[in-house]
Structure formats: structure tokens, C-alpha cells
């Protein structure tokens, strides 16, 4: 790791580097959705599969499906973070209704499916289903070629993380009416999500790097609206009041983007890794693992990054990892967010197991809490309990 003053990207010795993603288009605006989906076939998507959820069927059927030609079906059986079953059966769904390519809109539960799908086909029929995203969270998946994949066969289940370059969304359409009708908590609490892959992003990078570049900008639009969010209002009737404008939404879906605009050049750390596990083995919802466990492990982590975190600081803070968490927490803490795994039905008793899957799968991360990590990484967990 460079010293925590330096200014150039890790090992710099042997020249820095970006890694980019095979993504043909990317637009952003009100009215996009209407705009690009009548022509999809144009752009050789052709006969798509549409994967969405049932709180969504709805919007499917009036905002959707009238700008589409050929399409081979609507599949929502998408239970939160992928279990392998739900993947094997909307693959035998595309695979007998003929799809050649797939719309996924929804969630990071929803992208992750798509991308998992079209890997599964690659695998078994030598090409991969081209995906066109339509964003209603702001987790990020659309813009990434991370994946995870819930293996439920074991005596628990587990979260296994691929990365397929081929599996990234070919087109991804950022329109702020996607968001409009989000539920609050599901919303903010993937904002923070957002945040989580710009900050740990930082990992292995220096701020020289195109991801701090971006990161920092991104951030820094999500700072700016969330923290005039208004209170207990949900989305909608937010909108409607004039409290929040569409042009807000619109930024917080930019943010999401610059938050995540290098996944391919970038290794996220603890409260990713934390994040797995509580999901794909314990159930929490995905977007919410960041609102428990991100400023917690920043705190446990700073030296790690060092000064690198300055980038989400005003000029000249101090400590900036510190008054980082700090600002995160006040920003959870304010949007009413959960903050605690007390918050879910999880014991203290469940601690010991959530340690020893993050010290056999994740032994590098781990390692950020520097000397005597094993005693840090326990005392880390009982904090966020």
C-alpha cells in the first residue's frame, strides 16, 4: 500500500490503470424510457425478456410494454439477492420462450438476475442475452459487471460474487420518473449504497485515479440532496408536494453513476464484504447493509486509506476518515435509517458465524484493520450490533 500522503495511484512503479466496460449507451434525462425503448430492435436488442417484480407488474403493463415489439415475456420471481434457484428458473423461462435479449427493470436484485441469467446462457448455449437496464434503485448494478449469485444447497446459504465483463448492461436509461414511485427507505437507503462504492473505491487507488475523480464529484451530488431530504414523506408524494423535484432525482441517479463509473479498475472493501454476508446468509436487504455497516468500517479502517479520504472533505479537515463516518452516520441517523443489526432479527449469537465467513472468504479485506485484525474485526462487528 502507498503512504497515505502520496498522490499517485497504487503501485505507481508500475504505471496506474483503467479498466473500462463494454457499454454502448448511457442517457439520462425525463422522458428517456419513452424515447429509446420503441427503438431497441434498431440497436439489435431484439424479441426481449422482461425482468421486473411484482410491486412493479403494474408500471410494466401501462409504462412499459406499450413502447415494445416482440416481446417474448414478463418474468418478476426475483426474491431478493438471487438465490440460484430463482436464477435456473427465469433461464429455463428465457431459454423456452425464445428471448434474445433482456430489459431489467428494478433494483440491484432485479440487475443482478439479468446478469447472472446471461452468464448461465453463455454458459450453456455459447452467447450471452444483451441487457438494457431501467434503473429503479440507486445501488449502481446497471452500470457494473458484478454480480452475486445466493447458493442455497450448502447447510447456509451464501452469496458467491462474480464478475463478467460481458454480463454489464448494454444500455442503461437513467430517467427520474423510474424513481418516483420507489418506496423512501428502499430509495435512500440504496443512496447510501452508492456512497459505500465511491468511498471504497478508494481501496486500491490513489487520488490521481479517474474513480476519485468521479467519485468525489458523485459524492458530493449526493450529499447535497440527501441532506435536504425532506422528512417521513415517501417518494411520490415528496414529488408531488414540490418538496423534491424530478431534477433531484435525476441527480441522485447521476451520482449513483459517477459513484460507480470505474467498477472494473476498482476492489471494494469490509462493508461490501459485510454486506455479502448479510444478505445472501442472513436475509437483511441488500441496500440497507451499507447504512449499518459503512461508517463503522471507514472509522475501523483509516489507516488504510489514510489522506485519500480527504477527497469527500472539505479543504483542510484533519481527520478525515473520522469526519467522514461522522457525516455518514448524521446523514443515516437523519434520513431515518436502520443503523444497527439489532434493527433486524439477528442475535449477538450470530456474530461469531458472520466473522468466521468474513476470515475464510474475504482474508484480504479483513486485513484493512491492519494489526491484530482478527480482535478488530470482532470488535468492529459487536459495534454495529
Given at each position: 500500500m502507498p503512504k497515505s500522503g502520496s498522490l499517485r495511484s497504487e503501485d505507481a512503479s508500475n504505471g496506474a490503470i483503467l479498466r473500462c466496460l463494454p457499454q454502448d449507451t448511457l442517457r439520462w434525462g425525463v422522458g428517456v424510457v419513452d424515447a429509446v425503448l420503441g427503438d431497441l430492435a434498431d440497436a439489435g436488442l431484439e424479441r426481449p425478456m422482461i425482468f421486473t417484480v411484482e410491486p412493479l407488474l403494474f408500471s410494466t403493463t401501462r409504462v412499459i410494454l406499450p413502447q415494445l415489439h416482440d416481446v417474448s415475456g414478463v418474468h418478476s420471481d426475483f426474491p431478493p439477492h438471487a438465490p440460484d434457484t430463482a436464477i435456473e428458473r427465469a433461464l429455463d423461462r428465457c431459454i423456452r420462450a425464445g428471448a434474445r435479449s433482456i430489459i431489467a427493470y428494478g433494483g440491484g436484485s432485479v440487475l443482478d438476475a439479468a446478469k447472472a441469467v446471461s452468464h448461465f446462457h453463455w454458459l450453456r448455449h455459447g452467447h450471452h442475452l444483451p441487457i438494457v437496464a431501467l434503473p429503479t434503485t440507486l445501488s449502481g448494478s446497471e452500470f457494473s459487471h458484478y454480480f452475486g449469485v445466493t447458493e442455497t444447497s450448502g447447510v447456509r446459504p451464501f452469496k458467491r460474487s462474480y464478475a463478467?465483463?460481458?454480463?454489464?448492461?448494454?444500455?442503461?436509461?437513467?430517467?427520474?420518473?423510474?424513481?418516483?414511485?420507489?418506496?423512501?427507505?428502499?430509495?435512500?437507503?440504496?443512496?447510501?449504497?452508492?456512497?459505500?462504492?465511491?468511498?471504497?473505491?478508494?481501496?486500491?487507488?490513489?487520488?490521481?485515479?479517474?474513480?476519485?475523480?468521479?467519485?468525489?464529484?458523485?459524492?458530493?451530488?449526493?450529499?447535497?440532496?440527501?441532506?435536504?431530504?425532506?422528512?417521513?414523506?415517501?417518494?411520490?408524494?415528496?414529488?408531488?408536494?414540490?418538496?423534491?423535484?424530478?431534477?433531484?432525482?435525476?441527480?441522485?441517479?447521476?451520482?449513483?453513476?459517477?459513484?460507480?463509473?470505474?467498477?472494473?479498475?476498482?476492489?471494494?472493501?469490509?462493508?461490501h464484504r459485510i454486506g455479502h454476508i448479510l444478505g445472501g446468509t442472513f436475509g437483511f436487504p441488500h441496500s440497507v447493509t451499507s447504512c449499518i455497516t459503512l461508517a463503522p468500517v471507514i472509522r475501523s479502517c483509516e489507516a488504510r486509506y489514510g489522506s485519500k479520504l480527504q477527497l469527500f472533505n472539505a479543504p483542510g479537515e484533519a481527520n478525515p476518515g473520522l469526519a467522514l463516518a461522522a457525516r455518514i452516520e448524521r446523514l443515516v441517523s437523519c434520513l431515518g435509517l436502520p443503523n444497527r443489526l439489532r434493527s433486524f432479527d439477528i442475535g449477538l449469537s450470530a456474530l461469531p458465524e458472520i466473522a468466521d465467513l468474513l476470515r475464510t472468504n474475504y482474508k484480504r479485506?479483513?486485513?484493512?484493520?491492519?494489526?491484530?485484525?482478527?480482535?478488530?474485526?470482532?470488535?468492529?462487528?459487536r459495534s454495529v450490533w
Open positions: 463478467e465483463r460481458a454480463t454489464v448492461p448494454k444500455i442503461v436509461l437513467m430517467d427520474p420518473s423510474l424513481l418516483v414511485h420507489t418506496p423512501r427507505a428502499l430509495l435512500l437507503s440504496s443512496a447510501i449504497k452508492g456512497l459505500d462504492h465511491a468511498i471504497e473505491g478508494m481501496r486500491q487507488v490513489d487520488v490521481d485515479h479517474p474513480h476519485a475523480i468521479m467519485a468525489a464529484a458523485g459524492a458530493n451530488k449526493f450529499f447535497d440532496v440527501l441532506e435536504r431530504w425532506p422528512s417521513d414523506l415517501e417518494t411520490d408524494e415528496a414529488v408531488q408536494r414540490g418538496a423534491i423535484r424530478l431534477d433531484d432525482l435525476l441527480q441522485l441517479q447521476l451520482a449513483a453513476w459517477q459513484c460507480y463509473f470505474y467498477p472494473a479498475s476498482v476492489v471494494y472493501g469490509l462493508s479485506e479483513v486485513a484493512d484493520l491492519g494489526e491484530d485484525a482478527d480482535r478488530k474485526l470482532d470488535t468492529l462487528l
